[in-house]
């Protein structure tokens, strides 16, 4: 029980660092209303990045508390200033919106909406299934996930630029610090030392906070910024929650938590945009204000992963296209000069996009190539039954919404562009999913031609179509039934409302069942729970699991913070994030004979560590890595480790070819295929 209390404080202090210090800072600016807490995580996000940029420069390392403190004191100052300001009488400012013409009341109450459904889907998607707040999914990506997130942990230094998985201890990889996007990491490290929590606890909890809060916030900014019909908005707090592809399936695979993070955060970014340029009614200082939070958040999609920035281009452009020819168009300029300029944007945009592609820090990401999945025919069959990702059920509700709200603002001069933004992200998704064309790396290359994340981004501009497409329906099917809302209010009309919802939540939630002597029917969230069950399933004996992870605890004590040689693909490239085991191989990503920087020492401790009695090169090798101890957590190779497709085991056979007879190594500990040895250094 002790540990479910960790996770529910986890939560609460994931949810405080992402929300409180942007809601206190925007809370100062009273002179213009938009749903500021729904926007509070951009600013905290990018609040926390400088403040470990900053403190990491000057300090390298700071208590947890001494930064938290320093990550407060602007909204704190900035509150303060404004509250005298604004009590001292020097200036009264007229109240502006950027956000439909809600009042305060409306805004709050959708707000809290959007938060209690988002907290109850996460809740009964997630933490249901999930044995221990303290397991983790095994996946590739989540050994670097938990192991630099206990290093910024441990070290202190919370910058989300300049990381190394290798801080406290020597080891195959350990050459620096390098870039890599790792705001989500650093919020996860503050986790950790507020809590004293482990890494796997802190993702559960920072993941969860996203989930259930930051993404369907922003779903709301979105909508509030291009609607304020509060129908609309009601029924995107269930729809935003309803999908397959995203949030819940980047749970599972990859792990691909900071693109979970920077793709929860998307919608927000674009709804601050929309905000600055479609209301000419704002003043300069409001509408200065939200060209900075703007900037504040493409800062933020850059530490997180990148690509959200390309994400936020692709669902704008048809907007920003579409508002400069109107703009244009209401300066008297004719339509072949309002074209000329609107085309001037576009081809601006394809020159940036050229650019990007081109740069040399992006040809890593761009020069991945997945494979194509499923034809073209059943791609556009997926396209209909928004079933996106390619493991993806029909999610036939939500298809027809999207059929209908691409209808409705195809009729609609206003809402043209956002159908133009969701045929741009069908394309991309068809492209690497359904081709193996020349420009498929040009159009998807920005998300590694991974059809998981572009399917993420078809999901994201389909949202606000899905919502008006289910407003269109609910209405129509309001006046078939009840003759309107201008009828007399009757019980029927009265409780229409209810029924919509309870038929809709049951659609899309229903869990799995089984027809006896049938079938099954396996619906897209009794999937989606299975799905996730089964990568936090850590009772999988041919997989790390929670034995041994008790057993790597037990010998915590043994080794200390001493160096342990280990073939990391038995599962032990997990333990320095997860029981703080000071393993020399950490990584999962590729086989180290592929790495020409890797230490002479390392390839003669991986090929040649069970000569160690007998052969002196391997001896001064492991002199030199420092090493006193070797851990096997597969024995007798019991396991079966080809789900890992880096695995080779050539690469490893000198640590693997060590037994209990095996001189040089004295056995200290066992429990079923798991051994500790030490290493007869004298």
Not at 155 to 182: D, E, L, N, Q, W
Not at 418 to 427: G, P, Q, V
Not at 487 to 500: D, S
Request: aromatic fraction near 14%; include cysteine.
């Amino acid at each position: 029980m002790s540990i479910w209390i960790s996770f529910i404080g986890a939560i609460a202090v994931a949810s405080i660092l992402l929300f409180f210090p942007g809601y206190l800072l925007l809370s100062s600016f009273k002179s213009i209303r938009f749903p500021k807490l729904a926007i509070a995580p951009i600013v905290s996000i990018f609040i926390a990045c400088v403040t470990g940029i900053i403190t990491s420069r000057l300090f390298h390392s700071v208590n947890v508390w001494v930064y938290i403190s320093l990550e407060l004191a602007i909204p704190i100052l900035v509150f303060a200033a404004s509250f005298v300001w604004r009590h001292a009488g020097f200036v009264q400012i007229p109240v502006g919106s950027c956000s439909g013409y809600m009042n305060n009341k409306d805004v709050d109450f959708f707000q809290a909406l959007y938060l209690v459904i988002g907290f109850i889907a996460a809740f009964y998607v997630f933490v249901t299934v999930l044995g221990s707040p303290e397991y983790f999914s095994v996946s590739i990506d989540n050994s670097y996930h938990l192991n630099e997130i206990h290093a910024l942990a441990t070290t202190g230094c919370y910058s989300p630029t300049g990381i190394s998985v290798y801080p406290t201890a020597p080891g195959y990889g350990s050459s620096g610090a390098g870039f890599y996007p790792a705001a989500w990491h650093v919020i996860c490290a503050l986790v950790c030392n507020v809590l004293s929590v482990s890494a796997a606890v802190a993702i559960n909890a920072v993941t969860f906070s996203f989930v259930a809060f930051v993404f369907p916030m922003s779903c709301f900014a979105l909508l509030s910024a291009v609607t304020e019909k509060k129908t609309c908005l009601a029924l995107g707090a269930l729809i935003c929650i309803s999908a397959y592809a995203f949030p819940w399936r980047l749970l599972t695979f990859g792990v691909l938590y900071s693109n979970l993070a920077a793709f929860c955060l998307v919608c927000s970014v674009c709804s601050l945009f929309l905000s600055l340029t479609k209301d000419e009614g704002l003043s300069i200082q409001n509408r200065l204000l939200l060209a900075v939070l703007f900037l504040f958040g493409l800062f933020d999609l850059f530490l997180l992963q990148p690509n959200g920035i390309f994400s936020v281009g692709v669902l704008l452009l048809p907007y920003a296209v579409a508002r400069l020819y109107s703009l244009c168009i209401a300066k008297n300029l004719s339509s072949f000069k309002s074209f000329a300029t609107a085309f001037g944007l576009s081809a601006c945009f394809a020159a940036a996009w050229i650019v990007a592609y081109n740069l040399p820090m992006m040809h890593g990401i761009v020069s991945v190539s997945w494979n194509h999945y499923v034809s073209a025919s059943q791609m556009l069959v997926n396209f209909l039954c928004q079933s996106y990702s390619p493991d993806a059920p029909s999610n036939l509700l939500l298809g027809i919404f999207a059929i209908v709200g691409v209808i409705y603002s195809l009729e609609r001069g206003e809402l043209r562009w956002m159908s133009i933004s969701y045929i741009l992200t069908l394309i991309i998704h068809f492209s690497t999913g359904a081709t193996e064309a020349a420009f498929k790396q040009w159009l998807a290359g920005f998300w590694y031609t991974d059809p998981y994340r572009t399917a993420t981004l078809c999901t994201l501009a389909a949202f606000p179509l899905a919502v008006f497409g289910a407003s269109v329906l609910f209405d129509g099917l309001r006046k078939s039934l009840c003759g309107g809302k201008r009828q007399p209010v009757g019980p029927l009309n009265r409780l229409y409302p209810a029924f919509f919802v309870v038929l809709f939540v049951a659609a899309a939630f229903y869990p799995s069942f089984q027809i006896p002597g049938l079938f099954n029917v396996e619906t897209v969230f009794g999937k989606t729970r299975n799905v996730i069950k089964q990568s936090y399933d850590m009772s999988n004996f041919e997989e790390l699991n929670a034995k041994d992870l008790e057993f790597a605890s037990s010998i915590k004590e043994i080794v200390g913070d001493s160096i342990v040689l280990n073939s990391p693909y038995d599962g032990s490239a997990f333990l320095y994030g997860s029981t703080d085991i000071q393993v020399y191989y950490r990584s999962l990503n590729c086989s180290p004979e592929k790495d020409s920087n890797e230490p002479a020492a390392s390839r003669v401790i991986r090929h040649g560590l069970y000569r160690f009695e007998e052969d002196m090169e391997t001896r001064e090798a492991v002199k030199t890595s420092g090493a006193r101890y070797v851990l096997l957590l597969d024995y007798d190779n019991c396991k079966s480790r080809k789900h890992v497709f880096t695995y080779n085991p050539d690469d490893w056979k000198g640590i693997e070819s060590i037994s209990d007879k095996t001189r040089g190594f004295t056995l200290l500990k066992k429990s079923g295929h798991s051994r500790l040895y030490r290493i007869d250094l004298e």
